[in-house]
């Protein structure tokens, strides 16, 4: 039986589908296999898996499904048994539609950005969390490191009911770029961004191992 992350924000842009594609790759990298599933009726992750396809000529390395609130128990519990490691994106809202997904989860992954703004949606992720007893944790995107915002932001997380990830996601072109590719950060040329997102995988598999 694999385990099932659930990438989960109320804010949008706060980078959940960058952080979805980018586990994926990043697990599938490091020799686990690994489906990706879509609750968003945006369908970012889908359109992203599609453009994946066609860069690849058809032949895929994740396995790819989509679900509404009502399937996604279903789907996932198909998906586990078959998969290492199974990530779920989600809408940007928190509310009845997302708790299947919460429900269905080993790990919440919360991503904020370097905001205020993001910050203060955390709190109602993590209170759906808890009331399902599925330990979460906070991932900085769009990360800027340096400045007080950033600073500020990261005190601000570290206060709240959650772990805060050491690793973080800079605010990098490469995510926006390779995004739209189809890829992810580890499939362009070498450059910070794979440290990143390697540092990233590690950490949250180590969150994984300890369950």
């Given at each position: 039986m694999?385990?099932?992350?659930?990438i989960?924000?109320q804010k949008?842009g706060?980078g959940?589908?960058t952080?979805?594609?980018n586990?994926?790759?990043?697990?599938?990298?490091?020799g686990?296999?690994v489906?990706?599933?879509?609750t968003?009726p945006?369908?970012?992750?889908?359109?992203?898996?599609?453009?994946?396809?066609e860069d690849?000529?058809g032949?895929?390395d994740?396995d790819?499904?989509?679900?509404?609130?009502w399937g996604?128990?279903?789907?996932?519990?198909?998906l586990?048994d078959?998969?290492?490691?199974?990530?779920?994106?989600t809408?940007?809202?928190?509310d009845?539609?997302?708790?299947?997904?919460?429900?269905?989860s080993?790990l919440?992954?919360v991503?904020v950005?370097t905001?205020h703004?993001?910050l203060?949606?955390?709190?109602?992720?993590l209170?759906?969390?808890?009331?399902?007893s599925?330990?979460a944790?906070?991932?900085?995107?769009?990360n800027r490191p340096g400045?007080r915002?950033a600073g500020e932001?990261?005190q601000?997380?570290?206060e709240?009911e959650?772990?805060?990830?050491?690793a973080?996601m800079a605010?990098r072109?490469?995510?926006?770029e390779?995004?739209?590719?189809?890829r992810a950060?580890?499939?362009?040329?070498?450059?910070?961004?794979h440290?990143?997102v390697?540092?990233?995988?590690?950490?949250?598999?180590?969150?994984?191992d300890?369950?």
């Amino acid at each position: 039986m694999g385990y099932v992350i659930t990438i989960a924000q109320q804010k949008g842009g706060a980078g959940k589908t960058t952080l979805a594609v980018n586990l994926a790759v990043g697990f599938a990298k490091a020799g686990k296999s690994v489906a990706l599933m879509d609750t968003d009726p945006q369908g970012s992750a889908g359109r992203w898996f599609m453009a994946r396809l066609e860069d690849r000529d058809g032949t895929p390395d994740l396995d790819f499904s989509t679900a509404s609130a009502w399937g996604v128990t279903y789907e996932v519990r198909k998906l586990a048994d078959a998969h290492d490691i199974v990530i779920i994106d989600t809408p940007p809202k928190a509310d009845s539609d997302l708790r299947p997904a919460l429900r269905a989860s080993d790990l919440v992954l919360v991503p904020v950005a370097t905001s205020h703004l993001d910050l203060w949606a955390v709190e109602v992720v993590l209170y759906l969390a808890g009331r399902e007893s599925k330990p979460a944790m906070i991932v900085m995107t769009r990360n800027r490191p340096g400045t007080r915002l950033a600073g500020e932001v990261a005190q601000k997380a570290s206060e709240l009911e959650a772990d805060v990830a050491e690793a973080s996601m800079a605010n990098r072109v490469v995510y926006a770029e390779t995004l739209g590719q189809g890829r992810a950060a580890l499939e362009a040329r070498k450059g910070p961004a794979h440290d990143e997102v390697n540092a990233l995988v590690a950490e949250v598999q180590a969150v994984l191992d300890r369950l």
